[in-house]
């Protein structure tokens, strides 16, 4: 059972993102905040195994926090969730001490995997950072398309429809494009949506801003 602490500074998507919550298996929200102190009055007497921090959380730098956290509470699985898709910035997150990332507008279906997966013991980055990092990278150059494509294990084809997925095109126009069916195109992007929630995800992104390859 998942011992869930959620956070969220707006009382309005708390109450919504709990609902969201409500009907999954395994887990168990134990304790809610809205702003710093609340958490840590609720790290102290809750017990959580798991928190979903909100990066904008008020009251409390969250990036000095999972610093913190990574060095008393080593065992606590921490999925951050914020606004903002900048590479650098999820990076930072991950260095500190998340162990997932999530953004705002990810669907409760996303969210209850990231808990899961995170809870488990794997790294977990959403499927929509984690499509413009590859785009990214595999329109940098072909060796970096080449890191991208190894480290999640895709076929040369995904990688071609990632990188039209990242030019706005849709489906029909990528089938269009690539000489194949709707139907091929939409088997693909699942595949690479799948792919891009394994443990290499959230080791590229780290990989890849370390190295250089992300743009400022």
């Known amino acids: 059972m998942i011992r869930l602490l959620l956070t969220e500074g707006n009382p309005t998507a708390r109450q919504e993102l709990r609902l969201g919550l409500a009907a999954a298996a395994g887990l168990d929200v134990v304790a809610e905040a809205g702003t710093g102190p609340e958490l840590l009055a609720a790290l102290a007497s809750a017990a959580p195994s798991v928190l979903l921090l909100d990066l904008a959380l008020p009251g409390t730098d969250a990036f000095a ?4 956290l990574r060095e008393q509470q080593p065992q606590l699985r921490i999925v951050a969730r914020g606004e903002l898709t900048n590479e650098h910035y999820v990076a930072r997150a991950f260095d500190l001490g998340a162990h997932g990332y999530l953004l705002k507008t990810s669907l409760p279906p996303e969210t209850v995997h990231a808990l899961g997966t995170v809870a488990a013991g794997r790294p977990f980055l959403c499927s929509a950072i984690g499509l413009s990092l590859l785009a990214r990278l595999y329109a940098g150059s072909p060796a970096q398309g080449d890191v ?6 895709l076929s040369k084809r995904e990688m071609e429809v990632l990188a039209l997925v990242a030019d706005g095109l849709t489906n029909a126009e990528i089938a269009e494009r690539l000489f194949t069916s709707k139907r091929t195109v939409e088997t693909h992007r699942q595949n690479i949506m799948d792919k891009t929630q394994t443990r290499n995800t959230a ?9 250089g390859l992300l743009p400022e």
């Open 148 to 153: 991208a494509r190894a480290a999640l294990g």
């Open 203 to 211: 080791a590229l992104i780290k990989l890849a801003a370390r190295q």
């Open 65 to 68: 926090l999972l610093a913190t």
